[in-house]
């Protein structure tokens, strides 16, 4: 195993020490595992909170502050945060307007963040649940009943936290969550498995030459497996997966996106190929993002991400973030 850690059992409070000293914008307790913006709570104002099994960086914790999330659970790698961990952050962000949990579809998050809301509101915080299910490649999988989800959180977190930053009440937040979500779908490839700290070798048998279409970001099997194709086939293959199921009428954002250990040099190139077959279907593109966002550890492969767009969706993808990862517009 050849990994730039300590030991296994302190990877992800190393982590967390490190995102500590390069962000001073951000309170990062490490114990207790809670990263927050550090003007929090800001008055008047809807908070997002999210979370999950830490080795997808920089979802979530690089996703804290202005204009996106107000606080980030980690958890253990590929391991749901606890309950504690959710209430814990939603005290810290709660200015009396509500907190939002945006919540990936995994059976761990979910009952988490379920009892989370439970534990919540009988301390008197109002809270709010949206469920991201954008994954079209398998209806359920080793973690989820129904649809993963993947990519389409960082929509859901971008334009919601941009609602909530112009001072939207918390029904209206919750409503805009939920409308980028409908109007989301993501598909993944994994050229490799990863390999998790504890374990020490890949999570999954993908033999040399061969590739798994539909993999989720834990390594959860996809659709089918095949010899290595090109940049040109995937990209056929993962976008008129995508647009068959989203059908869109209008502009979309496109995110291209890397599973961790895919290089930017590729990723752009693919990039190239999946704008072709979005003016084949003739899908306008309004937007795109190309990078590493939604990982699973050091996974070669790529995930490809849709979300319709209109006016007001659009102008709250466009506001102003300042966050680790996402950065513009301030």
């Not at 020490?17 to 008055?43: N, Y």
């Not at 804290?64 to 961990?85: N, R």
Request: with cysteine; aromatic share 4%; glycine share 10%.
């Amino acid at each position: 195993m050849r990994m730039l850690i300590n030991v296994p059992e302190t990877v992800v409070a190393d982590a967390l020490r490190g995102m500590a000293a390069a962000h001073p914008e951000l309170t990062v307790d490490v114990e207790r595992r809670v990263v927050v913006r550090r003007d929090a709570p800001v008055a008047g104002k809807v908070a997002l909170v999210s979370g999950g099994g830490s080795g997808h960086e920089p979802l979530h914790g690089g996703f804290v502050g202005p204009g996106m999330l107000a606080a980030a659970c980690p958890g253990e790698v590929f391991t749901s945060p606890v309950p504690d961990q959710m209430v814990r952050a939603a005290a810290a962000v709660d200015s009396g307007a509500g907190v939002l949990f945006v919540v990936k579809n995994y059976t761990g998050d979910v009952l988490n963040f379920e009892m989370a809301a439970e534990l919540a509101e009988d301390e008197g915080i109002q809270v709010a649940k949206v469920l991201v299910d954008d994954d079209v490649a398998v209806t359920d999988s080793l973690y989820t009943a129904g649809r993963r989800g993947t990519g389409g959180t960082l929509f859901v977190e971008k334009i919601a936290g941009a609602a909530a930053e112009e001072g939207a009440p918390l029904e209206r937040v919750e409503s805009i969550a939920r409308r980028v979500n409908e109007r989301s779908r993501s598909f993944g490839v994994a050229l490799s498995a990863c390999t998790t700290p504890a374990k020490g070798s890949p999570t999954f048998d993908l033999p040399e030459g061969e590739l798994e279409l539909g993999i989720g970001i834990h390594g959860e099997p996809g659709r089918e497996r095949r010899a290595m194709m090109t940049s040109r086939e995937i990209a056929d293959f993962a976008v008129h997966a995508v647009v068959d199921d989203l059908r869109p009428s209008g502009p979309v954002i496109a995110l291209v996106n890397g599973m961790g250990a895919t290089p930017l040099l590729e990723l752009y190139g693919f990039n190239a190929e999946v704008q072709r077959v979005l003016a084949e279907r003739q899908v306008p593109v309004a937007r795109t993002l190309v990078g590493n966002y939604v990982t699973s550890l050091d996974m070669a492969g790529c995930s490809v991400t849709l979300c319709e767009v209109d006016e007001e969706l659009l102008r709250l993808w466009d506001a102003p973030v300042q966050t680790p990862a996402l950065r513009w517009g301030r």
